[in-house]
């Protein structure tokens, strides 16, 4: 049933009751508008429809946000900066500091992960009660991979642009090169037919 059949729905049968009615009444159309397939725009757009002819009808939006902020249950920061482990409260398995291996240390985290599911594997063989541990074990490892690999981002970042811009470089260059054929071949062509003109 389309959501707005159902919306009309409630909407009549909401109607014969109270003030109580009005309040679910809209309950349901924000359930009805949020789970539509193509919402409708948010009711405060109708501030804004005589925004040209009037400014001052409707408020100023409001500002950025700075600082953190609650996202779907989640806290955000508007700073683009990589918060640490100890500051997620996760513990570090590998060495602090500015000039971190990465290469090496990955291959390391890996080849330990590789060694706690087996480990794993056969606690959950040998003693099924006692896989917690290693479970913990395992998301600890897994979150210092997903942090290095995120420590590692503005290096790809900055890695990729330069092969954007070196890729720029390269068809201009290509692009140039073939004016530069193309002229050539004008002139060969100019000459041929000023040869043959002078031939008659």
């Known amino acids: 049933m389309d959501s707005q059949v159902k919306l009309a729905i409630v909407v009549k049968v909401m109607g014969r009751t109270?003030?109580?009615?009005?309040?679910?009444?809209?309950?349901?159309?924000?359930?009805?508008?949020?789970?539509?397939?193509?919402?409708?725009?948010?009711?405060?757009?109708?501030?804004?429809?005589?925004?040209?002819?009037?400014?001052?009808?409707?408020?100023?939006?409001?500002?950025?946000?700075?600082?953190?902020?609650?996202?779907?249950?989640?806290?955000?920061?508007?700073?683009?900066?990589?918060?640490?482990?100890?500051?997620?409260?996760v513990r570090q398995l590998y060495p602090k500091g500015p000039n971190i291996d990465f290469k090496k240390e990955l291959r390391s985290l890996n080849r330990e992960l590789q060694l706690h599911i087996l480990e794993l594997a056969d606690v959950l063989v040998e003693r099924p009660s006692q896989y917690a541990r290693r479970v913990e074990d395992i998301s600890l490892i897994f979150k210092n991979l997903h942090h290095l690999l995120n420590s590692l981002r503005p290096h790809q970042a900055r890695a990729t642009l330069i092969h954007i811009l070196e890729l720029q470089i390269q068809r201009r260059k290509q692009a140039v090169e073939d004016i530069r054929r193309r002229r050539e071949e004008a002139q060969r062509l100019l000459k041929e037919s000023l040869g043959t003109l002078d031939g008659h």
Request: aromatic share 12%.
């Open 18 to 89: 109270g003030s109580r009615g009005q309040v679910t009444q809209g309950k349901y159309e924000v359930m009805a508008a949020t789970s539509a397939t193509y919402p409708p725009p948010p009711p405060y757009y109708r501030l804004y429809k005589d925004y040209l002819q009037n400014p001052k009808l409707a408020s100023e939006p409001p500002p950025p946000i700075q600082g953190t902020y609650m996202l779907y249950g989640g806290t955000y920061t508007t700073d683009d900066v990589l918060p640490s482990l100890e500051e997620q409260g």
